[in-house]
């Protein structure tokens, strides 16, 4: 069996990645809206993030939010390092509650390589999985690998949405008449 878990040259392969920022609150806005849309039907959900002080303080922001909004539970929270052996364990507590959906705050390359161990090892689902600004950009699927991130969405720090489709981050930005009047607005973060 070939490990999923990328080489340093393959990881190396698209330049340096950016370090997740810290969520705005257009950011957690546009994540929550996404998830208690019309059809998306989501009760449970685990929360997954990278080890910084970033993805920790958005994981924590969206947990916050998700309870604000009157829908429990959130299952599990875990979270992983930026570079590990394998990931298995994380995988396997990430994946373990069996949620509605998955929500990752983390470091591009780490969730790149926990989300191939995903997939390698588990029955998660990237369609079910929905991610912070720092994941939106095209270089996390592919060193995913093509397939790998088919269908995950997430927000952007102004408050647009993102999907992943065929390899590519597609960027929906905010609607150029403002009107971004959601009431998740209402939700703020702790920064």
Known sequence: MTSPLLSRAEAAAYGPLPSPAA??????????????????????????????????????????????????????????????????????????????????AAAPLGWAQMSRRLRHSTGWGPARTYGFAALGDSRVPALAGRAALQGMRGADADGGTWTVDRGWVIQRPTSPSGDDASPWHAVRSQR
């Open 23 to 104: 969520h705005t609150d257009a950011e957690l806005a546009a994540l929550l809206d996404l998830m208690v849309s019309p059809g998306a039907r989501i009760s449970t959900v685990v929360v997954g993030h990278s080890r910084d002080d970033a993805s920790r303080s958005t994981a924590a922001a969206f947990i916050e939010g998700w309870r604000a909004l009157g829908r429990l539970p959130v299952l599990a929270v875990v979270d992983w390092p930026e570079s590990a052996a394998s990931w298995l364990r994380a995988a396997g507590r990430f994946t373990a509650g069996e949620p509605d959906a998955w929500v990752v």
